[in-house]
């Protein structure tokens, strides 16, 4: 206020001390550790996939804003560099040098900066770029690498395929002992960075409590041999379901407002995420559920807004 008259800008009035800068290097500090790990099970080709991945988001991201005749530095705010690292977490860690880039520019110009650029894209960018590769170059898509230390180099089998599922333990899912892409299989790393997000309220529990809790509890009813049978630990620890729950759902543009919202939102991915899984023809559906609740959000948004405040019916 100056004098008499009233300074007015538009809402929100309350603001969060975080920027978005902030946040996009906080979550991106709190994936370090599946990265790491990702390195570590599969070797160096996972920081090749990484490293070309990240650069390649931020270049088109850079070229395309300056299409748009805005400042290209735009693109330094963390979020291009952030797809680029989902979009690498969501990929097998052998893989021409080419598909990560075309993965980049498809999560960076068509899900994003078609739309607005960040804060207008109705679907999860990164998530966009992994599902085009994966109905473009199945092979690619689905050619596993076994940890360094297997004595088979490459396997087409992981966790969720059926006739790779009896192979593995627990203990194996749980730190990542076996073929995936290289951020989702090692849980404990993501279950680190899940905490650190939980606990610096980054995210909040609403949408990967529920969506984790609607896959463990629908696949114990329908995923076994006999109802209230299935091996709902099994399905928490495989695939990307983990990965997903805490840092692609979660993602602040593509998620509902509002709490009852966000449960929505969760319930919703898990369902689509089981469906899938047991009744679909590929094995995951992580990414699939997440993108198709990303069509639903304005309409759950729509439904669930909270009254405006001194609103009386």
């Known amino acids: 206020m100056s004098g008499n008259n009233f300074t007015v800008s538009p809402a929100p009035h309350i603001r969060s001390g975080l920027s978005t800068r902030a946040i996009m290097y906080l979550v991106i500090l709190a994936l370090l550790p599946s990265g790491v790990a990702g390195i570590y099970i599969y070797g160096f080709s996972s920081l090749r996939v990484i490293l070309i991945s990240m650069i390649s988001c931020v270049v088109f991201e850079a070229a395309f804003l300056k299409l748009r005749n805005r400042d290209p530095k735009i693109a330094l705010d963390g979020s291009a560099l952030l797809t ?22 498809v999560s960076i110009i068509l899900a994003k900066q078609i739309f607005g650029g960040l804060g207008h894209n109705i679907f999860n960018p990164a998530l966009v770029g992994r599902v085009f ?64 997000l939980l606990v610096m309220k980054i995210i909040s529990w609403h949408i990967p409590f529920t969506f984790i809790g609607t896959v463990m509890l629908l696949t114990w009813i ?26 692609m759902a979660t993602d602040y543009v593509t998620r509902p407002l509002t709490k009852k919202g966000k449960i929505i939102f969760g319930i ?46």
Request: net charge neutral; hydrophobic share 45%; aromatic share 14%.
């Open 133 to 196: 590769l994966q109905i473009s170059w199945p092979v690619y898509m689905t050619t596993w690498k076994n940890p360094r230390w297997a004595v088979d180099a490459v396997s087409t089998a992981t966790p969720l395929a059926k006739e790779g599922a009896p192979l593995f333990n627990y203990m194996d899912l749980f730190l990542g002992n076996h073929g995936g892409c290289i951020g989702e299989v090692c849980i404990l790393a993501l279950a680190v960075g899940a905490v650190f």
């Open 268 to 313: 919703g991915c898990g369902i689509m995420t089981v469906v899938i899984r047991l009744r679909g023809s590929y094995p995951e559906g992580v990414s699939y559920a997440i993108l198709f609740m990303n069509a639903v959000v304005p309409l759950i948004d729509r439904y669930t807004k909270t009254r405006k405040y001194g609103l009386q019916k």
């Open 222 to 247: 329908f995923g076994g041999d006999s109802m209230f049978s299935g091996d709902f630990t099994f399905h928490l620890l495989s695939g990307g379901l983990v990965l997903g729950a805490f840092f």
């Open 84 to 105: 680029g690292l989902l979009l690498a977490y969501n990929l097998p860690p052998e893989m021409p040098f080419w598909l990560p880039v075309v993965g980049g520019a």
